[in-house]
């Protein structure tokens, strides 16, 4: 297939790593892959917060982007921006009363799927070996929202030398939810100590998810906290690392 | 917990989770309520079709609520019962103390009701000389410790056992252990005594059904058939919109409420209650009120926020909320909390900084997932912001349109992102210093720039 990937503002700005590893795996898969010229970012940070007009005004212009690229499909490394692609696109347009794209918006989310949701669906686990016990965190947006639950997990279990260790409380929200992270920073943090603490319990040597926004402040948190032990990637540097 | 209560979620909420033990005691309590959920739901073999038929029933009575409140105050009325609608928490306050007097009640018991939290009774009450006391176990612990509930059905979910010793032994002469039977056995023996001398008992209303002009309590420690039993007036409260229309309707709340709210397939008391005592009948009041308040539920009917009044207030959005799991439910500042009260409180509170409630939450939607009429909190929560971000603080406001005139232009996101590497980038810097690299490391700067650089370089 023909891709278009979205990498999202939080991989192109500060896990660029993740972005590569994404194009790579695809690559790898068989598929072409492009990265559309004026995408830029789905508008979710400003939509969370409440500033529709501001999020609209950032979300036409990559959605516009999407639109016109002559691609089977759209990839998005990440959860919650395939969200509010595919669940909250439309609303936010009709909100700001733009007619043409919520039409626009949904031929796109007709499109876009979500990193292990795509390589899931078309049967395009890459296998390989990845010698780790993984604890896999559930981004809420991609488990609640999405109704992505097991497509990482099938994932993660078709590479030799990796397990997938039970994690009670793999469900539950990090702490992180965009704006929330910075505007109630104490909560975030102690949510963030809560699913830390389950995870030390575990064993688990690395942390995988499929938003790198929760990752960032759950390894930053692990950081602070001087646990170093545990690594955390996103899925698809592991799938990267881990193809023969 | 000592000090003054600060003002503003943030500020209540950063003392409450720098409180280890508070912590412990919510997560061992909510991790308890979220499992006997799982499994009283479990017992169920269609709870989702059961959650998909309650959200339209609810649906349907809150369209035609001012009409299923007639037929429902009609038939307290055929019953010889007395209904009072009450605009605000004020009327409902006078309404009750107006009773109280004309029956020269010296003392009052009550059954649980956070609806008359919400008006503040007790004080009222207590200002017009009358007695109030707390029957439900959870009410009166708080009560006799100065302290207010922290969660609507399990309101002193914030103590340990070993907390509530400390505060029972205030009012006991012996010493008391920390043993729930001997503590249990101790309140029965005060409050029994209460009971029996009470002239008035106020309860609230879990569910009124309107073709009978009937209401239904659902309790477990039988405080809520005493209290409306054996006092010669029973006055109950109730939220507006806690009406079902039929007995098959309320069935249907009844294979729900219990089970969300403490997983049970049913309580151990399930009242319903017609009217005053009727002639040949033993016990019961010789008169029965319904208070029915609005207190700014009617200003709701209309627009977005109307599916709120769907509510059957079982609680389960607060055990399974991660943010009320960390902060405890006097966070919230208001006698609702978690998510329920984080979209009420804005709605019906008057009450200082409400406006960040809605900010309390990750829109996880933990919350949708467990109620059981199916409410989407977070997109309430989310409607709520949208509603405030025109009074949000100035540099706030300007950093998002700041934002979106960069980002919105492929060429400005571009020459803001190259370089790569901070969080700033993503979420307007200036807003809020310090916040991120208080609890957590900040990100490496990546070498080699953003994503797009290194795909521009060819190094991908």
């Known amino acids: 297939m023909r891709i278009a990937l979205l990498p999202t503002c939080v991989v192109d700005t500060v896990a660029p790593q993740v972005g590569a590893a994404t194009v790579r795996v695809l690559r790898r898969a068989g598929h072409e892959v492009v990265v559309p010229d004026a995408v830029t970012c789905c508008g979710q940070p400003a939509w969370n917060a409440g500033f529709a007009e501001e999020a609209a005004l950032v979300a036409r212009t990559t959605l516009d982007a999407l639109a016109e690229a002559d691609v089977d499909a759209i990839c998005v490394p990440a959860g919650s921006c395939t969200t509010m692609i595919r669940v909250f696109w439309q609303e936010l347009f009709h909100l700001v009363g733009d007619d043409a794209a919520v039409a626009r918006a949904a031929t796109v989310a007709d499109r876009t799927l979500e990193f292990a949701e795509l390589l899931d669906r078309f049967g395009d686990a890459p296998g390989g070996r990845y010698d780790a016990a993984v604890a896999r965190h559930h981004s809420c947006h991609m488990l609640r929202e999405l109704g992505l639950r097991d497509e990482a997990g099938r994932l993660l279990d078709g590479l030799e030398g990796c397990t997938v260790l039970p994690w009670p409380g793999d469900d539950r929200c990090c702490g992180f939810g965009g704006t929330f992270a910075m505007k109630q920073p104490e909560t975030s943090v102690a949510m963030a100590d809560d699913k830390i603490d389950g995870l030390l319990a575990t064993g688990a040597t690395e942390l995988v998810g499929c938003d790198q926004s929760c990752l960032l402040h759950l390894a930053g948190r692990l950081e602070r906290r001087g646990e170093t032990a545990i690594r955390v990637r996103h899925l698809a540097e592991v799938l990267d690392e881990a193809a023969p | ?460």
């Open chain 2, 1 to 460: 917990m000592s000090g003054a209560t600060p003002v503003g979620f943030r500020a209540r909420a950063e003392r409450a989770t720098a409180d280890a033990h508070l912590r412990g005691v919510l997560h061992n309590v909510t991790d308890r309520l979220i499992d006997s959920r799982r499994v009283a739901q479990g017992h169920l073999d269609n709870s989702e079709e059961l959650r998909r038929a309650a959200r339209s029933m609810r649906d349907d009575i809150i369209r035609r609520l001012p009409e299923v409140l007639d037929r429902l105050a009609t038939n307290v009325e055929a019953n010889g019962g007395t209904v009072f609608f009450a605009g605000d928490a004020e009327e409902a306050n006078a309404y009750i103390a107006d009773v109280a007097r004309r029956i020269g009640a010296r003392s009052a018991v009550k059954g649980k009701s956070m609806a008359t939290e919400e008006t503040g009774l007790n004080e009222h009450l207590a200002a017009a000389g009358v007695e109030v006391v707390e029957t439900d176990l959870g009410e009166w612990i708080l009560q006799v410790g100065g302290d207010t509930p922290s969660h609507i059905v399990a309101p002193a979910i914030h103590l340990s056992r070993g907390d509530v010793r400390d505060l029972l032994q205030r009012v006991a002469d012996g010493d008391l252990t920390d043993v729930p039977e001997e503590l249990c056995a101790f309140a029965r023996a005060v409050l029994r005594e209460k009971f029996l001398r009470a002239d008035l008992g106020i309860t609230g209303c879990n569910v009124a059904v309107a073709e009978t002009g009937s209401i239904v309590l659902v309790e477990n420690e039988g405080n809520g058939r005493m209290s409306t039993s054996l006092p010669r007036v029973h006055v109950a409260v109730m939220g507006m919109e806690r009406v079902v229309e039929t007995w098959e309707q309320l069935d249907l709340i009844m294979a729900l409420l219990p089970r969300a709210a403490t997983g049970q397939d049913i309580s151990v008391y399930v009242n319903q209650i017609t009217g005053p005592r009727r002639p040949g009948e033993v016990d019961g009041p010789d008169e029965f009120h319904l208070v029915i308040l609005d207190n700014g539920r009617s200003d709701l009917l209309e627009g977005p926020f109307r599916e709120m009044l769907n509510c059957i207030r079982c609680g389960a959005c607060l055990n399974t909320c991660p943010v009320y799991r960390q902060v405890g439910g006097h966070s919230y500042g208001w006698v609702y909390s978690g998510p329920m009260g984080a979209v009420l409180t804005p709605l019906l509170g008057d009450v200082e900084g409400s406006g960040e409630l809605a900010g309390a939450s990750t829109l996880c939607g933990a919350c949708h997932e467990v109620c059981p009429v199916q409410i989407p909190l977070q997109d309430l929560l989310l409607a709520l912001r949208r509603r405030a971000a025109p009074e949000a603080d100035r540099a706030e406001r300007a950093a998002w349109r700041a934002w979106a005139e960069a980002w919105r232009r492929p060429s400005t996101y571009r020459a803001t992102t190259w370089a790569a590497g901070a969080v700033g980038r993503v979420v307007p810097e200036g807003i809020f210093p310090d916040a991120w690299t208080d609890g957590r490391s900040v990100p490496r700067r990546p070498a080699g720039g953003s994503f797009r650089r290194r795909l521009r370089n060819g190094s991908v």
